[in-house]
């Protein structure tokens, strides 16, 4: 077969290769929003910050202090995660394991951990803004959807209302951030004051 007869094979099989994606594109697209995206940028840091903290476990376990304190502190998650509430439980979840390994770190090693429960209940803040924020955009989501199902728009009040909501936790949500870092700052350097480069811990 010669190349000239090979053209409108070629045209044909791009032709449809086209009208396949053409047909798929309305699937495949939803699956590649920036929400999804996002979605998965997140759960892949998650799983960094897992690997941090058990890293910093190692790091304890064989005494290097000053590598487990860093790796302890990378090992917190504050970034926005409203996606799910399941994703959100595991985040906190994931924070109170790091908050844990403080603690045990000030059981066996000169620490002071005055700013823990500062810590803790900043963390506890940040899970609930978060929950409210996510329930809030699944209510408007809701309502939105009822509406527009029986042909309706929804009322300006209520948008108004969802949004001022909105705007509020996001608000509260910067704060906390804020008093997050500003709280583990204070509490690493309280450790790290208690620490010298020839102390040792081993943990049992």
Same mark, same amino acid.
């Given at each position: ?12 099989? #791009?032709?449809?290769? @086209?009208?396949? @994606? #053409? ?10 929003? %920036? ?18 903290? +058990? ?36 985040? @906190?979840?994931? $924070?109170?394991? #790091?908050?844990?390994? =403080?603690?045990?770190?000030?059981? $066996? @090693?000169?620490?002071?951990? %005055? /700013? ?12 609930? =803004? /978060? ?17 527009? %199902? ?15 909501? !909105? !705007? ?13 870092? =500003? ?14 480069? +020839? +102390?040792?811990? !081993?943990?049992?």
């Amino acid at each position: 077969m010669t190349f000239l007869n090979l053209i409108p094979a070629l045209l044909f099989a #791009v032709a449809g290769l @086209y009208a396949i @994606y #053409v047909l798929a594109k309305p699937i495949i697209r939803p699956m590649f929003t %920036s929400f999804q995206i996002g979605s998965l940028l997140r759960k892949s840091k998650l799983k960094k910050k897992l690997s941090s903290l +058990d890293q910093a476990r190692s790091e304890l376990l064989q005494g290097n202090l000053e590598a487990a304190l860093i790796l302890i502190e990378d090992s917190f998650f504050f970034d926005p995660s409203l996606y799910s509430h399941n994703f959100l439980d595991a985040v @906190y979840d994931h $924070n109170f394991e #790091v908050l844990s390994l =403080i603690i045990q770190l000030g059981k $066996n @090693y000169p620490a002071n951990l %005055s /700013q823990l429960p500062n810590l803790e209940r900043l963390i506890q803040d940040r899970f609930q =803004i /978060q929950k409210d924020l996510l329930e809030n955009s699944f209510a408007e989501k809701l309502i939105k959807q009822k509406r527009s %199902s029986k042909g309706k728009q929804t009322p300006e009040w209520a948008l108004s209302e969802f949004s001022k909501k !909105t !705007t509020e936790a996001k608000s509260l949500l910067l704060r906390n951030q804020k008093d997050l870092e =500003i709280s583990c700052d204070l509490l690493f350097k309280s450790i790290r004051s208690l620490h010298t480069p +020839d +102390d040792e811990v !081993t943990f049992h």
